[in-house]
């Protein structure tokens, strides 16, 4: 094999195709030059023909492990490879890993590059490729329970579930019949083994497309069975349904009859069930239904699923904490399965992309957050409605209130405000166990997952209909519904509850900074001046640090700038070397804020100040202003502040004339590390400064 003379080579020689943005950005990126394409894809070709040759002559141990070593360095040179090339790759890892009685070191190394050929959605898809799923079935159905004179403990069941989770998604939706006829007699009620395993079975093969055929069946099910580890991966399920199925599109069923079904085995059959279920209308509408892709009974049952999985002690939740309990009496032979994702990030993703306005909105809150912490329960948060004794009448009818509103006209964001509220007082630091660790991350989640749709929502590219997507109103609400009990656990002393507190914190300062900063600084005065109770402190600081995009950055909040140089002022006290804690805390936040901007005096050779700044600038205070007046009409556009808006000239000249104290500040921080590196012990024999907490 010939190598190419890199001397000879100029990177404007390279071609490569128009939408393979990145590898462009990469081409450019380099210092010196590289090798066009055609030569790469000659280099893949020839390595492509070695991989056959050893599969076809059975050298796995060897030439398959070298020449697939080859490809992986390839690889890592960022070239693009093409679709026809990626298709038959995968095709024939697929194929090896699936032969039974393969070595698992084969299986193992086949399934790592299926996964990496398939793992981007864009790149390849079911048009381009299908697979058969009963090879995977028909081994990890064989190999999960052996009898104990045949067990041998191998891997060969994790690495079937990780091909079959990746492989799914190129399993023709026309089996789906099949799936369920193979699948669901399986349940059995009376050992939880044979419930868990056709569980997994039903949920690793079915088609995520088309769900509509098996959905209804899988929520009668989970009502009757009382299992952890089934609500986990049911739970992990419909958290990739629901993300899904946003685009409606997705689940059309005219795609079906559109695919080619050219992959099928020996045994294989496709059953057509009633004709009568399968005829749908040209315009296909999507999966949607009460709430999200979800009826109201089953939205019902998931959100008390989700308030279960909390594991709050709640006086009448007895019943819901025996999950564990129960699947003590699964065998060990589950534990090989893949495991599903946390709860916690699966019952915060299904609520999310279960948003949308389907529902008639109720006028926002304009109640400011409380400027005290802790506050009194239930004054900011959302409060659950009590019903009438008409609806509590009328329910046995199945009678509705057709006049129902929800939080900003999103039935699954007013069940999130409705769970929040009834758990509020389970944020506090006095109240704290291990539910806390569960409720702060859940926020932290929701959060996550919000800005993550709004950000896929603000695309030209984003397939989800505009009557489905999110609103600012919407946004707005979800910060109020956790403001508070986000301020409420940022005092907690726990470190994964703080960490959790300020993920969120971060996230909300983003969306709505207004509505997080003015609350953070009213907290953060009072404790940096007085410096007395030392717990506060550290967790302001850190509340301050986890705020900061809001304050350093004027495309994120404008009016935010104002207040870095009064708060910088207030952290002068913090570097101290009678508390450490503190000192980390301090110098954390320094630096979070010198890697974004620079340091210096606005005011130098200035005109003189306007007669409004006459005045010092402090932190703002709690002004009293009028209510201003709501119309539902534009209600996606007008918005109540807790100050009174100034003009960007007024920002401008409040952020200018408070840079000139910066001068001072810089000289008195330069002073007090001095001090501290004055006051530290004096270096030891072997160079050690005191004991640990010094060296820090």
């Given amino acids: 094999m010939d190598i190419p003379d890199m001397s000879m080579l100029n990177i404007n020689e390279v071609q490569v195709p128009d939408d393979i943005a990145k590898f462009k950005a990469y081409a450019s990126s380099l210092p010196y030059a590289i090798e066009p394409c055609n030569k790469m894809i000659e280099l893949l070709d020839f390595i492509i023909l070695r991989i056959v040759q050893c599969v076809e002559a059975k050298d796995y141990d060897v030439g398959l492990y070298q020449w697939d070593s080859m490809l992986t360095y390839w690889w890592m040179l960022k070239y693009p490879i093409p679709k026809d ?121 079915l088609p995520l497309t088309h769900p509509q055929l098996y959905l209804p069946m899988l929520f009668r099910i989970w009502e009757s069975v009382n299992s952890y580890m089934y609500d986990d991966r049911m739970l992990h399920f419909l958290s990739e349904l629901a993300e899904m199925h946003v685009d409606p599109s997705i689940s059309d069923p005219h795609k079906v009859a559109r695919l080619p079904d050219d992959e099928r085995v020996e045994g294989e059959s496709r059953p057509k069930w009633s004709e009568a279920e399968t005829k749908v209308s040209e315009n296909w509408p999507g999966l949607y239904k009460d709430v999200g892709i979800f009826s109201e009974n089953e939205w019902q049952f998931f959100m008390c699923k989700c308030l279960a999985s909390m594991e709050i002690p709640l006086a009448d939740a007895g019943s819901l904490t025996t999950g564990p309990n129960a699947d003590s009496q699964a065998s060990f032979e589950i534990g090989r399965l893949p495991n599903p994702n946390w709860r916690i990030t699966s019952l915060a993703r299904i609520i999310v992309y279960s948003m949308a306005p389907d529902g008639q909105p109720v006028p926002p809150s304009n109640a400011p957050t409380p400027l005290f912490s802790p506050f009194p329960s239930g004054v900011n948060t959302p409060q659950l409605r009590d019903n009438s004794l008409k609806e509590f009448l009328a329910a046995p009818l199945g009678k509705k209130d057709q006049g129902k ?39 932290k989640y929701i959060v996550y997952d919000f800005n993550k749709r709004w950000h896929e929502e603000q695309r030209p590219d984003c397939k989800t ?232």
């Avoid at 299908?130 to 999960?144: A, T, V």
């Avoid at 920002?651 to 330069?670: F, H, I, Q």
């Fill in 85 to 205: 090339r990626r298709v038959q790759l995968a095709k024939l890892y697929f194929l090896v890993s699936t032969i039974p009685g393969m070595p698992i070191n084969v299986v193992a190394t086949c399934a790592d590059a299926f996964c990496k050929l398939t793992k981007s959605k864009k790149k390849i898809t079911i048009e381009d490729m299908r697979l058969p799923w009963k090879p995977i079935y028909e081994i990890l159905q064989s190999d999960l329970f052996l009898k104990r004179r045949q067990f041998e403990y191998t891997q060969l069941s994790w690495c079937m579930g990780y091909i079959a989770s990746h492989a799914r998604r190129f399993f023709s939706p026309s089996a789906t019949e099949e799936m369920l006829q193979t699948f669901v007699p399986q349940l059995d009620g009376t050992q939880l083994n044979s419930i868990l395993a056709p569980q997994y079975y039903l949920l690793t093969f």
């Fill in 465 to 696: 209909p505009l009557h489905r997507r999110l609103t600012r109103t919407m946004k707005r609400e979800l910060v109020k519904s956790l403001r508070t009990v986000t301020l409420l656990a940022m005092f907690s002393q726990d470190s994964a509850t703080v960490g959790n507190i300020q993920s969120c914190l971060k996230s909300m300062s983003v969306m709505e900074p207004d509505l997080v900063l003015h609350p953070i600084l009213q907290r953060a005065v009072p404790s940096l001046e007085a410096l007395v109770e030392t717990q506060r402190t550290i967790a302001v600081i850190k509340a301050l640090g986890a705020v900061a995009p809001a304050i350093i950055s004027r495309n994120v909040y404008y009016p935010g700038a104002k207040h870095l140089v009064p708060i910088l002022q207030l952290l002068i006290p913090g570097i101290d070397l009678n508390d450490p804690n503190k000192t980390l805390c301090t110098a954390a936040f320094l630096v979070e804020i010198a890697q974004f901007i620079k340091f210096g005096d606005l005011t130098v050779n200035d005109e003189p100040r306007p007669t409004f700044l006459d005045a010092e600038p402090t932190l703002p205070v709690d002004n009293s202003v009028p209510l201003p007046s709501f119309s539902l009409d534009d209600m996606d556009d007008q918005y109540t502040d807790i100050e009174q808006r100034l003009t960007i000239e007024e920002e401008d000249a409040l952020l200018k004339d408070s840079t000139g104290n910066l001068p001072d500040w810089v000289a008195s921080l330069v002073r007090r590390v001095i001090q501290l590196f004055e006051n530290l012990p004096d270096e030891g024999p072997d160079g050690s400064t005191g004991g640990i907490t010094e060296s820090k």
């Fill in 405 to 443: 509103a929800y939080l900003a006209g999103s039935k699954a964001l007013d069940s999130l405000a409705r769970l929040i509220a009834s758990t509020e007082s389970f944020f506090h630091p006095s109240n704290s166990g291990t539910w806390t660790n569960d409720l702060t991350a859940f926020i």
